[in-house]
Structure formats: structure tokens, C-alpha cells
């Protein structure tokens, strides 16, 4: 299986709404991430965890809170978000993470709509 | 910043002509990957080329490095229509993480 799998596919949320996106992975992969990427720009880092524990933060608003609650799950989640939030939000997992870090298997993305 | 830039921004060609897209980095790297993504879609890997190889062949795809002058290459050979994507290059430096560069989308005409 070498799969991610994200759910929800599509995602539209008020201001003053809480929702969380989920990701898993069945690869025994120890590093997992969550990018953003907006229009035509390239994906963002927002996050990423090693061992379950979180290792690096892009200095992303508190309003995005991550949570991996064990090494297949990875979460998102999502409080008071702003309409600029919108976009397609990318999990990845890798086998290793550091400075060789090697290929990254990505989800298909949750589009998340903020009104 | 992001730590690539790629060239060109757009790329327009007829079915069955070579692609060729550039990327260039800022720092030191330990290896360049490429990816391609379809409309709206995840990103799949393409291939890696470590910091100590020139060059590296996966089917129709063919990957340059060039350490020297910060830059790679991808060249696409018998385009098909099904390549129609944007690509992007990653690299991996002495920070966990991988960094896009700014992509390359490529149209192949029937």
C-alpha cells in the first residue's frame, strides 16, 4: 500500500467554524507533513513531524493546530480560519526526514473553502 | 523565499516533441527531486538525483545536475498528451525539509 489517503476531498467551513482534516498512512513511513498550496503558486510547508513528535513549524498561525496521534494519523485542525485560508491542503509522508530526506508520497488534497 | 526557481513559467508544445524545464537553487543541496501534479491534484514523485550524480534517466525522463551552477534539468522525450501537468523542482538541504520551486506548466497539444 503505498497510498496517503486525506479526507475530506472538498471542505467548506465558516469563520467561527472548527473542522479538522485527516491524513493516514499504512507505509511505516516516520515523517509526515502538511503542505498548503494556493492557485498556480508551488506547495507551502506548514508542518512536518518526525517519530510523532513535531519537528518543524513554519510559523503558522495558531489557528491551524496539528495533532499526529500515532504514526499512520496525521491531523489538521482547523479554528476561526480566515476566507485568505483557502486552499488545497497537501499531506505527505516520508520514510526518513532530514537533510536526505528522500520521496515524498502525497495525498490527493482537501480544498477547503473559507466564507 | 522558496529555493527554487524554475524556467519557463509555461511551456506550450505539440504532441510527440521533447520538454525541457530548468530549475536553479540558492544554497547547497544533498539531493534535487522532481514532481509532477495535475490539475487540482497530490504530487507524484518523478525522480531523485543526489548532490554527486550528473545525470539520471527514469523511462522517458531525463534529469541533469549541475552543481556548480545551482541548476537541473528535466527533459521530457516524446511528449504524449497525458504529460500535460505542472512540475515542480524540490531540493533538500541542510534543513528536514523539501522546498518547491516555483513550477513549470506544461500544455501538450494534440
Known amino acids: 500500500d503505498t497510498e496517503v489517503t486525506q479526507t475530506p476531498k472538498h471542505l467548506v467551513m465558516g469563520m467561527t467554524n472548527k473542522k479538522s482534516l485527516k491524513c493516514e498512512q499504512h507505509?511505516?513511513?516516520?515523517?509526515m507533513y502538511w503542505y498548503k498550496q494556493k492557485a498556480k503558486k508551488p506547495p507551502e510547508l506548514m508542518f512536518v513531524?518526525?517519530?510523532?513528535?513535531?519537528?518543524i513549524n513554519e510559523s503558522v498561525p495558531s489557528r491551524f493546530s496539528p495533532e499526529c496521534p500515532n504514526s499512520s494519523l496525521l491531523n489538521l485542525h482547523l479554528h476561526a480560519l480566515q476566507p485568505e485560508d483557502s486552499a488545497l491542503y497537501l499531506c505527505?509522508?516520508?520514510?526518513?526526514?532530514?537533510?536526505?530526506?528522500?520521496?515524498?508520497?502525497f495525498g490527493e488534497g482537501s480544498r477547503l473553502t473559507v466564507l | 523565499s522558496q529555493q527554487g526557481e524554475e524556467d519557463p513559467q509555461a511551456l506550450s508544445i505539440q504532441e510527440g516533441e521533447n520538454a525541457t524545464m530548468n530549475c536553479s537553487y540558492k544554497?547547497?543541496?544533498?539531493?534535487l527531486q522532481w514532481y509532477r501534479q495535475n490539475s487540482g491534484r497530490g504530487l507524484v514523485h518523478l525522480i531523485l538525483?543526489?548532490?554527486?550524480?550528473r545525470e539520471k534517466h527514469s523511462g522517458r525522463l531525463r534529469v541533469t545536475l549541475d552543481t556548480s551552477k545551482k541548476s537541473s534539468s528535466l527533459l521530457i522525450t516524446a511528449s504524449r498528451a497525458a504529460d500535460t501537468a505542472s512540475y515542480f523542482c524540490a531540493t533538500t538541504g541542510g534543513a528536514q525539509k523539501l522546498v518547491f520551486g516555483q513550477g513549470t506548466r506544461l500544455t501538450i497539444n494534440p
Open positions: 544554497t547547497s543541496i544533498n539531493n
Open positions: 507505509m511505516g513511513h516516520r515523517a
Open positions: 538525483i543526489r548532490s554527486n550524480e
Open positions: 513531524y518526525s517519530y510523532e513528535k513535531l519537528s
Open positions: 505527505a509522508s516520508s520514510q526518513d526526514v532530514g537533510p536526505n530526506t528522500g520521496e515524498l508520497f
